[in-house]
């Protein structure tokens, strides 16, 4: 198994323009998320999905869309990028177990920087 | 609003000690609480999760405590080696809050030879 892979591995952008960030799972989970890291901080969730065509917002959503069509995909759409979103993110995903044995699984991050 | 405390901040300790990383969270309504690890430029490998009716967990050299009412964890590493520096992530999976896992901001901890 690959786990959960991401693609770029790093994307300088400017800003203004728009990018889609891949994530893709082999793991057959139903849940996944997405994460930004900013530098000394921990994550925050930016969107979540429990299954194919559902979607959710986390914490901090706006500048961002997602879209969830098949259970192994998960894009983060940037759609006008801003200084504000240079970080790095994060995909990840769970079976979606109900109660405490839920664990998530991390792919290695997308470095973006937007000049 | 959850929030997540890690201290330290960072730490440095010679190879052979043993240590205590810290995590405490203001909800003690919570479903799990996981430890993870992170190194330079890569994504994030669980270490441990605990549920919220156990008291620890226990892999390897790596023990993880959870006291649930006073809102604290601990990760304990026995015999640290150079291998273990990275940074070490806490995080809740609160009942209140959905899906989403509260991160702390971590420890980074380095093991000189």
């Known amino acids: 198994n690959a786990g959960v892979t991401q693609t770029p591995k790093f994307r300088i952008l400017k800003i203004g323009q728009s990018m889609t960030l891949q994530c893709t799972q082999d793991?057959?989970?139903?849940?996944m998320y997405w994460y930004r890291q900013d530098p000394g901080m921990g994550l925050k969730l930016i969107y979540y999905s429990v299954g194919a065509g559902i979607t959710d917002k986390g914490e901090v959503p706006n500048g961002y869309n997602v879209s969830r069509s098949t259970t192994e995909d998960f894009p983060l759409r940037l759609e006008l990028a801003a200084p504000s979103q240079t970080s790095v993110y994060f995909c990840a995903s769970s079976y979606g177990h109900l109660g405490g044995i839920d664990t998530q699984y991390f792919g290695p991050g997308t470095r973006l920087t937007v000049l | 609003k959850q929030e997540v405390t890690q201290i330290p901040a960072a730490l440095s300790v010679p190879e052979g000690e043993n240590l205590v990383l810290n995590c405490s969270f203001t909800d003690s309504a919570i479903y799990n609480l996981q430890w993870f690890r992170q190194d330079p430029g890569k994504g994030l490998t669980s270490l441990l999760l605990i549920q919220s009716s156990q008291r620890e967990q226990t892999s390897g050299r790596l023990n993880a405590s959870l006291d649930k009412s006073s809102g604290r964890s601990t990760l304990y590493i026995a015999a640290s080696q150079p291998g273990d520096s990275a940074t070490y992530l806490c995080?809740?999976?609160?009942?209140?809050?959905?899906?989403?896992?509260?991160f702390g901001k971590g420890t980074s901890l380095l093991v000189t030879p």
């Open positions: 793991m057959n989970h139903n849940y």
């Open positions: 995080a809740v999976r609160g009942s209140n809050s959905g899906y989403a896992l509260n």
